[in-house]
């Protein structure tokens, strides 16, 4: 009941996003779960947070698809990937990169954008932010839980990461009043933390 009550929220809260015109969608890829990868131990070992990007490299859609499903996506139970307390779905996973600002929706694997702003200044408090392709923002509206729906989001990109060969670190140092606009939060909802990803320089 409460999988099939946060699918309606989702449908509504798209549904009042398309109100003012048709909304851009991004069907993305199906996750490839049956690739090869190192061995977990192995990807804790050595995963790393790194801060240096190729700009020149872009991350194609079928990665984008499997970092999104990594951080927030729907698994073989109906569950999300990560661990939510009481399976609360109020984390929301925004991409923000020069195109525009698109929300993730983990029930159907798409992109929606929500903004042809280009916000990336918002999170450039360090010029190598710059360079990185992708930006992920991690949103909210429980402060009790919030934080630690996040962290095993950024976490399992982080992984994902590692086993990829990308780079990737999670960033507070943006100017999250100005996300909170640029990403048409509630009131109640707020910006957690930034990660950029992108093949390392």
Avoid: C
Wanted: aromatic share 10%; no cysteine.
């Amino acid at each position: 009941m409460k999988n099939k009550l946060a699918t309606k929220i989702f449908a509504a809260f798209l549904a009042g996003s398309a109100s003012a015109g048709a909304a851009e969608i991004k069907t993305l890829p199906e996750p490839d779960l049956n690739q090869p990868s190192p061995a977990l131990m192995q990807l804790l070992n050595t995963r790393k947070s790194e801060r240096s990007f190729d700009k020149d490299k872009k991350i194609d859609d079928q990665t984008l698809s499997e970092i999104l499903w990594a951080a927030y996506g729907k698994n073989s139970y109906d569950r999300r990937t990560v661990p939510t307390a009481m399976n609360q779905k109020n984390l929301k996973v925004f991409v923000l990169g020069e195109d525009g600002v698109w929300i993730y929706n983990p029930e159907l694997n798409q992109l929606e954008k929500i903004s042809d702003e280009n916000t990336i200044s918002y999170l450039a408090k360090q010029d190598y932010v710059f360079d990185a392709p992708v930006h992920l923002v991690y949103t909210s509206s429980d402060k009790r839980w919030g934080y630690d729906h996040a962290g095993s989001a950024y976490q399992n990109v982080y992984l994902y990461a590692t086993a990829k060969g990308l780079a990737t670190v999670v960033r507070g140092f943006a100017d999250f009043d100005a996300l909170h606009d640029a990403l048409k939060l509630s009131e109640e909802e707020f910006a957690i933390i930034h990660q950029p990803i992108g093949y390392p320089k």
